[in-house]
């Protein structure tokens, strides 16, 4: 820069945060990146029952990219429970 400071970005930035809390790497050793939190984001969205298009739409992205992938998080099984709550909670409903 014109004063002679250092131009950081954002990821010089990022990484000096993991250096500073100690976690450049994640537990199988690979190093996070900025996508890294994309990624962190996009897969416990889906783990919590976030719908996939407002996951899409948060992020900027179409579905199909995010079934492409991410979708893989949004196992059946773990749909199916989630689906089969919502539906045993509704018949109840109906039973009132």
């Known amino acids: 820069m014109a004063n002679g ?13 993991l250096e500073l809390a100690h976690r450049k790497t994640n537990s199988v050793g690979d190093g996070f990146s900025l996508y890294s939190l ?4 996009a897969v416990m969205a889906l783990r919590d029952g976030i719908g996939i298009y407002d996951v899409a739409r948060n992020m900027g992205t179409s579905v199909e990219m995010i079934q492409q992938y991410y979708g893989k998080q949004a196992t059946p099984k ?6 089969g709550g919502r539906l045993k909670d509704t018949h109840k409903l109906k039973e009132s």
Do not use: C, P
């Open 38 to 41: 994309r990624h962190y984001y």
């Open 5 to 17: 400071s250092q131009i950081i970005s954002l990821a010089d930035q990022f990484a000096k945060v």
């Open 78 to 83: 773990l749909m199916a429970t989630t689906l």
